[in-house]
């Protein structure tokens, strides 16, 4: 595996990390709303309507649901995977998907500081540089024919 590779290794960690960590110390940090959820069986355990009865109880729960299994968390563990695979196979991802993680990390920072999103946009820079190093990639010449760029 080359320096591409290594890039997109070092990035899928972060991203697998900063998505386990954060459902990690959600759990950790209002263990008794997910506890709730078990007790009451999963299904519809953060209900969309509120029914007006309980509404700081309700808005707790709604807040702990959109903090944790509805946030960003779980999207980025899978992105991070999927780069994680790729890099295993030389695959190359796309700049922009770098490009985007860079800025929406970089707006989430600047929103929320102190906050580890800074070290998303890390991730982000880090697929855009392994993007950008690619080796034998193929490109179509007039005829049809490819050949590696110089």
Do not use: K
């Not at 991070?80 to 929406?104: E, M, S, Y």
């Amino acid at each position: 595996m080359g320096t591409r590779g290594g890039l997109l290794r070092w990035a899928s960690g972060i991203m697998v990390g900063l998505g386990t960590g954060h459902l990690l110390l959600l759990a950790a940090m209002d263990r008794e709303t997910v506890i709730g959820w078990a007790e009451r069986g999963l299904w519809a355990a953060v209900p969309l309507m509120d029914g007006g009865d309980g509404a700081g109880e309700s808005l707790a729960n709604q807040l702990t649901f959109w903090a944790g299994p509805g946030s960003f968390a779980v999207p980025l563990i899978l992105l991070g995977c999927l780069t994680w695979h790729l890099a295993g196979r030389g695959v190359a991802v796309p700049a922009g998907i770098g490009w985007g993680l860079a800025a929406w990390c970089l707006t989430g920072g600047v929103l929320l500081v102190p906050s580890p999103y800074f070290a998303g946009a890390v991730a982000g820079v880090l697929v855009v540089l392994a993007s950008r190093r690619g080796t034998g990639r193929q490109r179509p010449e007039s005829g049809g024919a490819a050949r590696p760029d110089p």
